[in-house]
């Protein structure tokens, strides 16, 4: 937990890496600190320049600073950013210096923690910083900023709510045990119990495309040996990444590469071949990753030698296929005329098939299109408000579905016991609100007698 009263400072963008650097300052004495750098105290956001002296006097670097005055800042607190050139050793020196005027170093995300303490975000939209540094595609920058700007936490502030208000009902009942929960506000809560519970269900659901966006779609080539996994690999790419030889076989492990496609990060693997005649043991091994990252695949693209055409044997990839995750690649197009091919395979009947040659790049692009398509048809499953979660949010969502789910059993059975069914309910309450990080007593209270006339 940062001391609040502390000033700190860090060195926001990485010197070296771009012409300016940017230097933050954030706590209680910023105002002090400004004072002393540069005489006064200039009016919040306006940013200034003038010359940065050590505190021995000695020039330093010539920097544009901005005051930031609490709570309009980021964290909440005074604020100060001072934009110097980007040498390394002009940013370590200020650093230095404002280390010798008072400042310590900052902890990793401390800045984002103390927006959250001060109430600037709630949890969610602190990972969302995160989420929106480490974006690698158009589809999970646009996730992280409709998260920072609160999607999630609202829809969450939303379920609170409404599960805050059966609870005041339901509390209502054990504060004046005389009178037993009548039928119909039994049904009338079941209901609104059931509907937040559905809500919670689909929120759930986001969790894996959630993974797609923050880690790519793992996308694993297949194929039997020589059909060109590797080459189409070099060729999605740009470069020669995996080893091309006309002996099959060659690829015994699998390759990781990423690749991106319209809006989409692609985790795009080359597996080893599916050899159907009896593999020597290396080669067996690297079927056994291939069977591995199969499991594990979003989006196949299984490859076809398109001059030989052979029946399929491979029942435990073909039972994870269908249109919306996999496309065929009929590989070598350029030396199979299309009138020569034979009709496709049984398993692969109905799936989307493209005709390519990584050796010449012929129909790469239509590939890409159809890749595209694929993706675009994960996030389609979300719905249209693209909120998702990740692993901590489905934790609590599954600790919220677990707790709403006994209390749906409770009230569905007519059972009288109402002080379980009220700590089922806060149960979910509490695990909800983790998300957020923001669920207080004095809410629920609020509720209680706002729902009710009490004494009346």
């Not at 923050?214 to 080893?243: F, Q």
């Not at 091309?244 to 690829?251: D, F, K, L, W, Y």
């Not at 269908?322 to 009709?343: Q, R």
């Amino acid at each position: 937990m940062p001391r609040p009263t502390e000033l700190i400072a860090a060195l926001g963008t990485p010197a070296g890496t771009a012409a300016l650097a940017v230097l933050r300052v954030s706590g209680a004495d910023t105002a002090r600190l400004v004072r002393e750098l540069w005489g006064e105290l200039p009016p919040a956001r306006r940013a200034r320049r003038a010359d940065y002296r050590d505190a021995g006097g000695t020039l330093v670097d010539d920097v544009l600073y901005t005051f930031f005055a609490g709570p309009n800042s980021y964290t909440g607190e005074d604020a100060l950013e001072i934009s110097c050139h980007g040498n390394p050793f002009i940013a370590q020196k200020i650093l230095e210096d404002l280390f010798n005027r008072g400042c310590r170093p900052a902890e990793p995300g401390e800045f984002t923690q103390r927006a959250f303490l001060n109430g600037r975000m709630d949890l969610s939209q602190a990972e969302a910083v995160m989420d929106l540094i480490h974006a690698r595609s158009e589809r999970a920058l646009a996730a992280a900023h409709q998260q920072l700007r609160g999607a999630l936490g609202r829809k969450m502030e939303a379920l609170i709510e409404r599960l805050l208000g059966v609870l005041a009902q339901v509390e209502a009942y054990i504060d004046f045990p005389d009178e037993d929960l009548p039928a119909e506000n039994r049904a009338a809560v079941l209901a609104a119990v059931q509907a937040i519970l559905r809500e919670t269900e689909q929120l759930l659901a986001t969790s894996h495309y959630g993974e797609m966006l923050r880690e790519g779609i793992k996308t694993v080539i297949v194929g039997e040996p020589n059909v060109g996994k590797s080459s189409l690999l070099n060729r999605l790419i740009g470069r020669d990444r995996a080893l091309v030889s006309p002996e099959p076989g060659t690829t015994r492990d699998f390759i990781e590469e990423r690749l991106l496609v319209g809006g989409h990060g692609l985790r795009l693997i080359d597996t080893a071949g599916l050899n159907r005649n009896a593999p020597q043991a290396l080669e067996k091994l690297g079927m056994e990753k291939t069977g591995e990252q199969v499991e594990a695949a979003d989006l196949f693209l299984w490859v076809l030698d398109a001059t030989a055409l052979n029946e399929l044997n491979t029942k435990r990839l073909s039972e994870r296929m269908a249109p919306d995750n996999t496309v065929v690649v009929l590989n070598k197009c350029d030396l199979a005329p299309i009138s020569e091919m034979k009709s496709m395979p049984a398993p692969l009947a109905g799936l989307p098939v493209v005709q390519v040659s990584a050796q010449t790049g012929a129909g790469i692009s239509a590939l890409l299109t159809e890749i595209e398509k694929l993706a675009d048809g994960f996030q389609r499953q979300q719905g249209g408000e693209l909120i998702v979660i990740n692993a901590r949010h489905a934790h609590a969502l599954t600790s919220a579905q677990t707790c709403l789910r006994a209390a749906i059993a409770r009230l569905s059975r007519a059972d009288r016991a109402v002080e379980l069914l009220a700590s089922e309910l806060r149960g979910a309450l509490e695990a909800l609100g983790e998300i957020s990080g923001r669920v207080d007593n004095e809410r629920m209270l609020d509720h209680l007698f706002a729902s009710f006339c009490i004494g009346k």
